[in-house]
């Protein structure tokens, strides 16, 4: 069969060659349309913010170790953010708000979404490319100014945006509160803009993936990376305009005289809470969907199993992004909303909890039985698996009313967010890079500094994080800049002392990971065509694949995760390998 | 390229509205004072000198708890009081004086280059009530352990909000729009205050605790003199200087109902 | 470092608390046993020589097991939150004889209304205390949260006591204090750049001694 592949030329049965490209070098590699391209683009951007967002946080680490005292290289800072490198508390609040929005907009989703939403989609479906390839350009090349906008807030006067990422009302847009107004119009901007690159991309993805399977892949047969990623699509189409609406309301009330949120003139505060989190939490479902996907692709590799109970997987994905609409309120337990509608949310929130578990037994059940190879990404994704289930259970607490009156906005919470955050999808982020890296750029990153940073990074994580449950627990708030100002909170200033030291480690650890991925990508190991003995698509086309990337559009034959099968001497069985009559291609669920 | 462009513009509208590099201290336009065009005149040598009373009781000023600052609190042996009015053996402090009419008009003076210090010790500002001339150097120095944090609320000026956490710092900050009372208060600490007047000349001076005051550098000529305080009222008084001489003004005040 | 919550000096102590330490029972059950077979299958699984994994898709009886378990534990965890949520912030649930307080949170500090002696708000003898919560051991309170500017947090974490102040809402919170001492009150909410020191310390007396500050205080306002 023929297809015309933009301006690829046809292509015909028997396996000719791809046309040779004749596209410029800005063409191919700057604005391209070649949704791996695109994927890289993102992966660089995201990196970068991934990095800024890391230095934030050092910067609000060494005010809480050491509060009040001169920071080292503080003295680079002008006086409006720390004069003789002593952090004020306004550019504090500002660290605090713009670590949130750099890591939750501009690193993990991009990441997660961006990169691999594109890189994987036409790879694993088996098509040449997106439904969309020129309005998949525009999603990046949107998302770009974007990034600019949000940096040039740290330029203004006033500084940045300081009201937290999720900016509430009436703090954020009354500037005699703040003392911020470009900084916070900056922000507001910028995410609408992002939101309008999101948007771009979810619709591209979903297209893409109803109506460009390859011949054989039933939609019960696609891995389940490209299930999270579908729903994940839709999630970002639903929720991303909810939060541009809000935020436009937002930008109104700063700058054109509206009062939605200011009460003073008959507005409410809470509506700008309701908004938020109605696009909020389907976004924290948008920040983990894509990372469990990708972690049950990565361990059904590295179990050389099939994945356990692949059905209730992609139940348990539909599931969670259904139930992620329900619970919004269980970030205003604490809000002044009437209580029953506490109790109405505690339930759903309870309810969402067991999808996510089911999860976690299955990845068990994959590895459980298996012949695990412990290459770099297996350990990511079973640190995953590890790292979530603390972040998941601790959610556990803060979803029971009562317990969360006590823990709401304290470093339990903190605690939590970054277990599923960082424990969750940054570590199933670094298991897919690590992964498709020689996919994408043709090289192997060496396995030798990928096991380095994995230790290293698993052991400062932990030190960091998992002491935030004491503080938290201790009574000790979100969002302050001087802990020592309370008594009660005098006697753990040790401990975040020792989260601050090993913070820092932490961060010098991730040098490694950027070394070695820069590094590799000019010096790495040449890839074959399948490093990993894996099953998917993408990994029957050289790498990294040509434009176009199929020669020969597949033909699938069977599930996603057909490893160890008895119908094959190897232990791993490709979807689109075609296998003589006789032999069926897949067993029988038991 | 459609891409380029729209981002380009975003670019742009970005950058107009984006404002100062963050780090300039002082607004712009340095040392203006309202009237363009002449150079500043040099400052004569004719000077108002005089006492600011206050007749019978003085009305009791507010005590301050200062249980939530503790190293302030250990600054005072008593209770801390708020120097609202400010008498001892009948003299009144803080009393901000000026020249309110009688310079030439179009005329303009040099800015002091000694700045105007604001300091705040004890979690009081120190003066509480003071003047400085539009362009001259505002000094805000913290000399207590504590951060404070000065929170300038003009109408005409720019406001300004400044933390400061560190004993010993100062930071700068410029009026470029005279203003009758910019009212000054931390942020962090609720119960300090004081109150800024702004002018266009350098024709000021703020009463002593002994309530003596001298207004230098006038040229000859009938001049309207102000004295504002923020509590007890605003009083005037037509006071002739000769060239290069002395003339005194005393002022008295009494308890009002405000 | 401990999972042990710190001492409590409030009624609502031993209905948080315990619900707490339930939830921690559990979940510390689910998180050994999880990071145990994750780490057991990691070592009895790991790939050697001539080994094959099992060819296994998945057990529906267990995984129907598991999901109930799971979904009972949930509901039973929500069933008994919900009663003592009801008993806290239940809107009805105000003792009426509750001592009523006014709290004004505002950028940075909390000003808190007393009634005087005559008990009663919005009579002559109110006063006002910047930053200082005064209160009676045994005694419940009923506070009115109001607040000036931005969104506050009214947090006591010795009382397991937390509500939000929210601009142009007045808003109840009722707690009982069970022992005399000096505790604190912090925001929890972020509200600005003296956010992190917007503290209140609050004392617990006895009767007598509340009766003797209150008469000293309302004294000295009159002068």
Not at chain 2, 75 to 103: E, H, I, Q, R
Not at chain 2, 221 to 232: F, Q, S
Request: proline share 7%; glycine share 10%; charged share 15%.
């Amino acid at each position: 069969m023929a297809t015309t592949i933009g301006h690829v030329e046809e292509v015909t049965l028997g396996g000719a060659e791809v046309h040779a490209d004749t596209r410029s070098f800005v063409r191919k590699y700057i604005f391209s349309t070649d949704h791996k391209i695109i994927g890289i683009q993102f992966l660089i951007m995201s990196l970068i913010f991934l990095l800024l967002g890391g230095v934030l946080a050092m910067v609000i680490r060494w005010q809480l170790g050491f509060p009040k005292q001169p920071m080292p290289m503080g003295g680079v800072l002008p006086e409006t953010m720390a004069p003789g490198g002593v952090v004020l508390p306004e550019f504090y609040n500002s660290l605090v708000t713009m670590h949130g929005t750099f890591m939750v907009f501009f690193a993990i989703m991009p990441l997660l979404v961006g990169v691999f939403g594109n890189y994987l989609i036409p790879l694993k479906i088996g098509a040449p490319d997106m439904a969309f390839p020129r309005i998949n350009m525009a999603s990046f090349w949107i998302a770009v100014p974007a990034g600019f906008l949000m940096l040039a807030g740290f330029f203004v006067e006033g500084g940045h945006a300081a009201a937290g990422w999720t900016s509430y009302a009436p703090l954020s847009e009354r500037a005699d509160l703040s003392g911020v107004s470009m900084g916070q119009i900056l922000w507001c901007i910028s995410l609408i803009v992002l939101g309008l690159s999101s948007i771009l991309g979810s619709f591209n993805y979903i297209t893409t993936i109803i109506n460009m399977r390859a011949p054989g892949m039933w939609w019960f047969r696609l891995p389940l990376s490209i299930w999270s990623l579908f729903v994940t699509a839709i999630l970002v189409l639903l929720a991303m305009p909810i939060l541009s609406g809000a935020i436009i309301m937002l930008l109104f009330d700063q700058t054109i005289g509206t009062h939605f949120f200011g009460p003073a003139q008959g507005g409410q505060p809470l509506l700008w809470q309701h908004l938020f989190w109605f696009f909020g939490h389907p976004e924290v479902y948008i920040l983990i969907l894509p990372a469990m996907g990708m972690a049950s692709d990565i361990i059904a590799n590295g179990a050389r199993k099939p994945i356990f109970g692949y059905t209730s997987m992609v139940l348990a994905i539909l599931g969670i992004g259904v139930l992620g609409w329900g619970v919004w309120g269980h970030h205003m337990f604490m809000s002044g909303m009437n209580p029953t509608l506490g109790t109405q949310f505690m339930i759903s929130t309870m309810l969402i909890a067991v999808p996510s578990a089911i999860k976690v037994f299955n990845w068990l059940g994959t590895m459980w039985m298996g012949n695990i190879r412990f290459h770099v990404p297996m350990l990511h994704a079973m640190a995953f698996v590890s790292m979530f289930t603390i972040g998941g259970l601790s959610g556990i607490f803060m979803a029971a009313t009562p317990v969360d009156i006590y823990i709401h906005y304290t470093y339990f919470i903190v605690a939590h967010l970054h277990y599923v955050l960082f424990g969750g999808s940054l570590f199933a982020i670094f298991a897919a890079v690590t992964f498709w890296y020689p996919k994408m750029f043709g090289r192997m990153m060496s396995p030798f500094w990928g096991r380095v940073h994995f230790f290293l990074t698993f052991i400062f994580y932990n030190l960091v994080f998992f002491p935030m449950h004491n503080l938290g627990l201790h009574g000790h708030m979100r969002r302050i800049y001087d802990p020592t100002q309370y008594d009660f909170l005098k006697p753990v200033q040790p401990i975040n002392e020792l989260i601050s030291i090993s913070a820092f480690l932490l961060f010098a650890t991730q040098l490694i990971f950027a070394v070695n991925f820069i590094v590799s990508w000019f010096k790495g190991a040449k890839a074959p065509e399948n490093p990993w003995e894996d099953n998917g698509l993408e990994w029957t086309v050289p790498s990294p694949p040509p434009h176009g990337n199929f020669v020969t559009v597949p033909q699938v034959y069977r599930a996603p995760y057909e490893y160890s099968s008895p119908f094959v001497t190897e232990d791993f069985l490709p979807q689109n390998r075609e296998l003589p009559e006789a032999a069926p291609s897949a067993a029988p669920h038991s | 390229m459609r891409q380029v462009l729209i981002g380009g513009m975003l670019l742009t509208v970005a950058a107009c509205g984006g404002g100062e590099k963050a780090g300039s201290d002082t607004a712009t336009a340095a040392g203006a004072a309202p009237a363009a065009g002449a150079a500043p005149t040099a400052m004569a040598g004719g000077s108002v000198t005089g006492h600011v009373k206050f007749d019978g009781t003085p009305p009791a000023n507010p005590t301050i708890d200062m249980s939530e600052e503790a190293a302030c609190k250990g600054k005072y042996t008593g209770p801390a009081l708020d120097p609202v009015v400010m008498v001892s053996n009948g003299m009144l402090g803080n009393v901000v004086l000026y020249v309110k009419t009688g310079l030439p008009a179009g005329q303009t003076y040099p800015v002091p280059s000694e700045p105007v210090v604001i300091d705040q010790r004890g979690c009081l500002y120190h003066p509480r009530a003071l003047a400085i001339m539009a362009g001259q150097k505002l000094e805000i120095k913290n000399s207590d352990p504590v951060l404070h944090n000065i929170k300038a609320l003009p109408k005409k000026n720019r406001p300004f909000n400044i933390s400061q956490p560190t004993e010993g710092m100062t930071t700068t900050r410029t009026f470029t729009t005279p203003e009758d009372d910019v009212p000054v208060e931390c942020n962090v600490h609720g119960w300090m205050h004081s109150n800024i007047v702004v002018l266009p000349h350098p024709f000021f001076a703020v009463s002593g605790e002994d309530g003596s005051f001298t207004i230098k550098g006038l040229p000859a000529g009938t001049y309207e003199i102000e004295a504002h305080h923020a509590k007890l009222g605003t009083k005037t008084m037509s006071v002739t200087v000769p060239a290069d001489g002395a003339a005194t003004a005393d002022f008295t005040f009494a308890a009002t109902g405000t | 470092m401990s999972w042990l919550l710190p001492h409590g000096a409030s009624t609502f102590v031993g209905e948080i608390d315990w619900l707490y330490y339930l939830i921690l029972w559990i979940t510390g059950i689910a998180f050994v046993l999880v990071q145990v077979l994750l780490v057991w299958f990691m070592i009895r699984y790991r790939a050697r020589p001539g080994r094959k994994a099992t060819y296994y898709h998945g057990n529906t009886r267990f995984e129907i097991i598991w999901t109930t378990v799971t979904a009972v534990v949930v509901v039973i965890i929500g069933v008994l939150s919900a009663g003592r949520w009801n008993r806290i912030k239940g809107r009805d649930k105000v003792p009426a004889n509750a001592t009523p307080l006014v709290v004004h949170a505002k950028q940075f500090e909390w000003l808190v209304t007393y009634p005087g002696a005559d008990g009663a708000l919005g009579s002559a003898d109110d006063f006002q205390v910047r930053s200082q919560l005064h209160l009676v051991v045994g005694q419940p309170v009923s506070v009115l949260l109001t607040s000036e500017d931005a969104i506050h947090s009214f947090f006591i974490p010795a009382f397991r006591i937390k509500q939000d102040a929210v601009p142009g809402m007045n808003i109840r919170v009722w707690f009982q204090p069970t022992e005399v001492g000096e505790y604190e009150l912090g925001c929890a909410e972020l509200c600005g750049l003296g956010h992190y020191r917007m503290r209140a310390t609050v004392t617990v007396h006895s009767r007598e001694d509340f009766d003797r500050w209150a008469r000293d205080r309302a004294a000295r306002a009159a002068n």
